[in-house]
């Protein structure tokens, strides 16, 4: 197999998260990107460790069908992108089934009731802002899996807008730092990015409640409550709104709160703060008949959830919680502690960020004996 010390040729059997593929050699798993499975290539090493390795690959011995060539001169350099060199039906089968394995292997779920991903209708030109950085006379990205910046004219993922920011932002004796580049003005707080997905996942989490609600029976709408807890300025809880006799909203930036609270109907109310704070009071504060018609929406940051939170979630026991996750390994984490209370009933992976290694995911749990 081996060719020279640190060059060997592999075989790709699957692509981990993060988008590097995987190979094997003599036992040790080898991490190679820009590669897709079923590839023979040959790659050199370029750090060992006990049971791993990583390395970059030096030629495509027999490729994917699979394989296109990226339309970014920027590919590979760039630490932005990392499946532009796979057609995109395939960059959707890779995430999906990331999403899958990474619920069975650290969620420890069995069976995982899968729903087809939805896909961007944009696969470039989606992006209706981008964060790009100044230094030195070089404005860009940084490069992948480095410190340095890669000086960029135009990125493909951005809307045409988006783009023609960074042109008068490139042409400016700005200083150095980051810059936020918008179509439209930007606001302080976070906003989704692929407005197109954004509104598909709008309408599965309106679905997964509606059918939820059908199945589950229970009160009418009226008497049910949401909480959405990371409720930012209130993007999911204004879709939904009108299926709820109230609806609460938690989040710690107060700019997202001020926002909410200006479009709030008489039924609404946001609250600033930590969810590990709030949430544990709002929960204690309903009788136990609240508990069971009380939908409790989770859009937490990559770090997951606290364990506060999932204590809270297991002791006061809402119908249902729908969790949307842009990690899928905290999310299998989080999954984990509440299956002992709660059934999975669906998964579905949306792609928010085509050409990337993000993944976003809805999750659908009902509580045990409903």
């Known amino acids: 197999m081996r060719t020279g010390p640190d060059t060997m040729q592999l075989t790709i059997h699957d692509v981990a998260f993060g988008g590097k593929g995987v190979g094997r050699a003599g036992g040790m798993v080898v991490f190679v990107p820009y590669t897709i499975p079923g590839e023979e290539v040959t790659v050199r090493l370029t750090r060992r460790k006990k049971n791993y390795a990583e390395a970059v690959p030096l030629n495509i011995d027999a490729p994917s069908p699979d394989r296109e060539e990226a339309p970014c001169p920027y590919f590979g350099h760039c630490g932005g992108c990392a499946y532009q060199h796979i057609g995109y039906a395939r960059q959707l089968e890779i995430k999906a089934q990331q999403v899958e394995q990474t619920l069975r292997r650290v969620g420890k779920l069995d069976p995982v009731p899968m729903e087809p991903i939805i896909p961007s209708p944009l696969p470039f030109g989606y992006r ?51 810059y936020t580049l918008a179509g439209e003005s930007s606001r302080r707080f976070f906003e989704q990015t692929n407005p197109e997905v954004a509104r598909a996942m709008l309408e599965k989490v309106e679905a997964i409640l509606l059918q939820g609600h059908v199945e589950g029976g229970g009160a009418e709408g009226r008497d049910r409550r949401l909480i959405d807890a990371y409720c930012g300025a209130g993007f999911f809880s204004r879709h939904l709104r009108r299926h709820f006799g109230e609806v609460v909203g938690i989040e710690e930036n107060s700019f997202a709160i001020e926002h909410a609270r200006a479009q709030a109907e008489p039924h609404e109310r946001y609250i600033v703060g930590d969810v590990s704070t709030v949430l544990p009071g709002l929960m204690d504060g309903a009788g ?77 749990l009902q509580k045990n004996g409903l």
Not at 172 to 177: F, M, N, R, Y
Request: net charge neutral; glycine share 6%; charged share 25%.
């Open 128 to 178: 209706n802002r981008i964060r790009v950085h100044r230094q030195g006379g070089i404005t860009g990205f940084y490069a992948a899996g480095a410190e340095t910046l890669v000086d960029i004219e135009k990125c493909l993922l951005a809307a045409p807008e988006v783009n023609a920011r960074l042109t008068e932002l490139r042409a400016k004796p700005l200083p150095d730092g980051d």
């Open 288 to 364: 136990m008949e609240r508990k069971r018609e009380t939908t409790l929406l989770l859009d937490p940051p990559a770090a997951g959830v606290t364990p506060r939170v999932l204590d809270t979630i297991l002791a006061a026991a809402p119908r249902e919680v729908i969790y949307v996750s842009c990690n899928p390994g905290t999310l299998a984490r989080d999954l984990n502690g509440l299956r002992s209370s709660y059934r999975l009933r669906s998964v579905t992976p949306l792609d928010m960020f085509p050409q990337t290694a993000e993944i976003e995911v809805i999750v659908h």
